[in-house]
C-alpha cells in the first residue's frame, strides 16, 4: 500500500489529454511537501519529468504540466501522443516517516 | 554527465546480507548539494525509496527497512554503498542507486540521476 494513492491506469487516444490524479495526506502533499513526477518506459529507470509541483526540466515538452491543491496533485498531458505510453509515479515528502515516498505509479495506455 | 553504476551479486541466499556499490564518475560524492540513494522496484511493481546518504555520512532510512539497512559513502572511492540484512523474497527487486539534488531544505529534494540498475533475486 503506497503512501500516495495513484489510479492503476489511465488510458487516451491520440491528441486527447488526460490527467493522473495523486493523493496524499496532511503528513505529506497536505503539509505542503512539493511533489515530483517521475516517467518511466519499460525496462529503462524513471525519469524526471515535472519538479517543484508544476516545473519542467529542460527538454521536457510543455504538453505536460503539474499542479498541487489540497493533499492532492495532478499531472496533466495534453496533445497525447503514442510516445507518452508509460508509467508515471509522483513523489513527494512524508513528515511522520521522515522519509521519501512515492505513488504506486499509474501506467497510461494511448489507444 | 553524472552517471551511476551499480555492482553486487545478483543472486542472494534468504536470510543473508545484500551488498551493493554504486560507482559515480561525471561528479563527486563529497560534493554538498546532494544526496546519494538508493530506489528498489520488485518486478512488475512500483518504487520504494530505500534510503540516502550524505556525504558526511549522514543517513536517512526508509521506516520500513531501517532495522535492516546501513548505507555508507566512500568519498576516497568515489563510492556509497547499500547493506540490506536477512533478506526474504520480499526483497527480490531491481536496485537502482541515485542522486537527490536538493533545491531547498532536506526535504526538497529531487533525483536528478539514476543508475540502470541491477536485479537481486533472494532465493536458495
Known amino acids: 500500500q503506497s503512501v500516495l494513492t495513484q489510479p492503476p491506469s489511465v488510458s487516451g487516444a491520440p491528441g486527447q489529454r488526460v490527467t493522473i490524479s495523486c493523493t496524499g495526506s496532511?503528513?505529506?502533499?497536505?503539509?505542503?511537501?512539493?511533489v515530483h513526477w517521475y516517467q518511466q518506459f519499460p525496462g529503462t529507470a524513471p525519469e524526471l519529468l515535472i519538479y517543484g509541483n508544476d516545473n519542467r526540466p529542460s527538454g521536457v515538452p510543455d504538453r505536460f504540466s503539474g499542479s498541487k491543491s489540497g493533499t492532492s496533485a495532478s499531472l496533466a498531458i495534453t496533445g497525447l501522443q503514442a510516445e507518452d505510453e508509460a508509467d508515471y509515479y509522483c513523489?513527494?515528502?512524508?513528515?511522520?516517516?521522515?522519509?521519501?515516498?512515492f505513488g504506486g505509479g499509474t501506467k497510461l495506455t494511448v489507444l | 554527465q553524472v552517471q551511476l553504476q551499480e555492482s553486487g551479486p545478483g543472486l542472494v541466499k534468504p536470510s543473508e546480507t545484500l551488498s551493493l556499490t554504486c560507482t559515480v564518475s561525471?561528479?563527486?560524492?563529497?560534493?554538498?548539494?546532494?544526496?546519494w540513494g538508493w530506489i528498489r522496484q520488485p518486478p512488475g511493481k512500483g518504487l520504494e525509496w530505500i534510503g540516502s546518504?550524505?556525504?558526511?555520512?549522514?543517513?536517512y532510512y526508509n521506516a520500513s527497512l531501517r532495522s535492516r539497512v546501513t548505507m555508507s559513502v566512500d568519498t576516497s572511492k568515489n563510492q556509497f554503498s547499500l547493506k540490506l540484512r536477512s533478506v526474504t523474497a520480499a526483497d527480490t527487486a531491481v536496485y537502482r542507486c541515485?542522486?537527490?539534488?536538493?533545491?531547498?531544505?532536506?526535504?526538497?529534494?529531487?533525483?536528478?540521476?539514476w543508475g540502470r540498475g541491477t536485479l537481486v533475486t533472494v532465493s536458495s
Open positions: 546518504v550524505y556525504y558526511s555520512g549522514t543517513t
Open positions: 496532511s503528513s505529506n502533499i497536505g503539509a505542503d511537501y512539493d
Open positions: 513523489q513527494s515528502y512524508d513528515s511522520s516517516l521522515s522519509g521519501w515516498v
Open positions: 541515485v542522486r537527490q539534488d536538493l533545491y531547498s531544505e532536506h526535504e526538497y529534494a529531487i533525483v536528478a540521476y
Open positions: 561525471g561528479g563527486s560524492v563529497s560534493n554538498s548539494g546532494h544526496y
